[in-house]
């Protein structure tokens, strides 16, 4: 999707990246059956990302793009109990766009099953989501009043004992040009200032502050056995 809009046919530009991670990642693999999969992984991709380009096309022209897959690294300052702390807050955007009076936050998923409304339901809790809103405001001065999550169906077509991949492959391209809808879906949530800053003050700032009373208790050997005698290091 970073590469969406480069002015190249969509099926030149996804055949150009899976062939350099084909070469990259040929050269750790140790079997056959490794590299039957990397070869059924990337041989969706190939499939998939031609059809969601095309199934998108109007939306995505219609939409001004304020940035596309643009990564963020922001200095963040909030309180603990020993006073304020600042660490750095970095990750990657799917986009931010606007048309007419929103201003929103697209964030791309892939899943095999789709529920749509716990998807909405879930926004106000999902960390990574709500984390990407704050950080727009941080980064541009303007709180977004909207996100449109991009929904990509995981293919599950059943494949076949013994069958070989290209006819499988077909098989499963056939099915998505069968039903696109079924396969690319975009949902809109609306958000708030107030939702976002109760994320802050509920949710970022308390995780923060323990994250920096775990690090300073052992940030003198962050990757040796003495960490687990902090009172403060868990097993995530």
């Excluded at 099926?11 to 079997?31: A, L, P």
């Excluded at 929103?102 to 999902?126: C, M, P, Q, R, W």
């Excluded at 609306?190 to 208790?217: G, R």
Aim: charged share 25%.
């Amino acid at each position: 999707l970073e590469h969406q809009f480069c002015g190249q046919a969509p099926q030149h530009v996804i055949n150009t990246i899976t062939s350099q991670y084909r070469s990259h990642r040929s050269k750790t693999i140790t079997g056959s059956g490794e590299r039957d999969t990397l070869d059924y992984i990337l041989g969706l991709a190939e499939i998939v990302y031609p059809q969601y380009c095309e199934f998108w096309h109007y939306d995505d022209h219609n939409i001004t793009w304020i940035e596309r897959e643009a990564k963020f690294k922001l200095n963040y300052e909030f309180p603990t109990h020993e006073g304020q702390r600042q660490v750095t807050l970095r990750g990657m955007r799917d986009g931010i766009y606007s048309y007419g009076s929103t201003y929103g936050v697209f964030e791309t998923k892939t899943k095999s099953k789709i529920i749509e409304k716990d998807i909405i339901a879930n926004l106000h809790a999902d960390m990574q989501t709500m984390m990407y809103c704050f950080c727009t405001y941080l980064s541009t001065g303007k709180y977004p009043n909207e996100v449109k999550y991009n929904v990509i169906r995981r293919p599950d077509v059943y494949r076949r004992k013994n069958e070989p991949l290209h006819p499988y492959l077909q098989r499963v391209k056939e099915d998505i040009k069968s039903r696109p809808e079924f396969y690319f879906m975009r949902y809109t949530a609306a958000i708030t200032s107030s939702d976002i800053q109760h994320f802050v003050a509920k949710t970022l700032n308390p995780v923060l502050a323990l994250f920096v009373q775990w690090y300073d208790s052992v940030k003198k050997n962050p990757v040796g056995s003495e960490r687990f005698q902090s009172p403060y290091h868990f097993l995530n």
